[in-house]
């Protein structure tokens, strides 16, 4: 992969607006561009809130390291209201509990990995690259911070690009990737979270396009009870 | 619904970039963030290349009316490679040629449905808010610009924008409603858009989850042929 873990950059980004004292609200939307890999070393946030509306606060948000921009990000903010609420949007079935799949070994593996705990029921990392291509790239998993941690506004924009490029699971074979962009949109409110606490949550993602370069993939981040937390896309630059 | 088409707005955003001097390649992702209704009147959009690698060019554009910042988006444009490519998400089967649809009555309607030829196969725009709940929000249709003209990727954008909130579809009630963010990845280059021409897109939507004044929903954009032109999500504001 290009550069180390998005979702760490993701979830700081996020962070500094969630810190900013003139924050409005809890974040519904983040999208983050991913301009060049972060290195090791100092990185410096700048969060702008650049319209404040009654019940809504728009952001810019910048990453930087030395005289460079590695990434941004812009993310909406709302103040809600109960309303009439529904998912239309479908679990998946009969998926055993948590504690009745293994954990994916993570011996090996870069960092991030080794930082969940990830049970794959279906469509888990290939233990080779055996180049047996699949017929998609559907993944069903529980996953959860490791250590164990409760979910928070930060965790959740992590965990939303914690789902491996789709690519590997389709074709079961190496290939460059990097995420160039990442939309999560967070219908869970922190009293949701807090329901969720240090639970797994249930993970899907597939894969929609792949074409010249680029592919996108979909997900969603279930809570054990069934309510959606998170829905979350990303565009993923491949070279095979 | 809170100000005019977004659609039309994303567009000019995009083609603030797509005219730049410096832009290098075509889009492949673009947010837009919708700060405030876009009035009647003059509006300036400010586009700026914030990091420029070998192959991807990172954008964040403005628009802005009086002293108000209206909208913001960030783009990524890209040089492309051929390398293996595939779709994964499933066009609809067995939808009947455009010419065997009949085209939405519009009499009546806002400028901006006036300004498309819509063919819905399924999940129409209800002809009355009866409050007849239904099961789920997903539409079929068929799609182009009316007077017709070829596609590009400022008309794919504004496309993007021009699925019907799925809260009237699922509900058949009133609804206040505002787009707040919308996420468009373009799989497609400008040798597919020719491809395309005049003629109509097959467009497929749903939504995902209605919680807390907030819904998002997700859309495809689809050739004739079965190419996957667009997928596209985006995050809305209602008030029940």
């Known amino acids: 992969m290009v550069g180390p873990f998005g979702g760490t ?13 003139e924050r409005l609200g809890e974040p519904v939307a983040l999208t983050v561009n991913f301009a060049a890999p972060v290195a090791d070393g100092e990185i410096r946030f700048l969060a702008r809130p650049v319209r404040t509306n009654r019940s809504t606060q728009h952001w810019i948000i910048e990453a930087h390291q030395a005289e460079d921009l590695v990434a941004t990000a812009t993310a909406v903010f709302a103040v809600r209201r109960e309303t009439w609420s529904d998912v239309e949007a479908v679990m998946p079935a009969n998926v055993p509990e948590p504690d009745a799949v293994p954990r994916m070994p993570v011996k090996g593996m870069p960092a991030w990995p080794q930082r969940y705990d ?27 911070d490791e250590p164990e941690r ?27 990737i990097g995420t160039v962009s990442l939309t999560t949109y967070f219908h869970a409110d922190s009293a949701l979270l807090a329901q969720v606490g240090t639970r797994h949550v249930l993970g899907v993602a597939k894969a929609l396009n792949y074409r010249h370069g680029y592919f996108d993939q979909t997900g969603e981040l279930w809570s054990p009870e069934g309510q959606l937390l998170a829905s979350t896309h990303q565009l993923v630059y491949f070279k095979d």
Chains 1, 2 share one sequence.
């Open 9 to 21: 950059t993701a979830a700081q980004l996020l962070q500094a607006a969630l810190l900013h004292p």
């Open 118 to 144: 990830m049970r794959f029921v279906e469509g888990a990392f290939p233990a080779a690259f055996d180049e047996q291509e699949q017929a998609h790239s559907r993944s069903t998993l529980w996953v959860r």
């Open 150 to 176: 409760a979910l928070d506004f930060a965790s959740l924009a992590a965990l939303s690009d914690s789902f491996f490029p789709r690519i590997y699971i389709r074709r079961r074979r190496r290939a460059m």
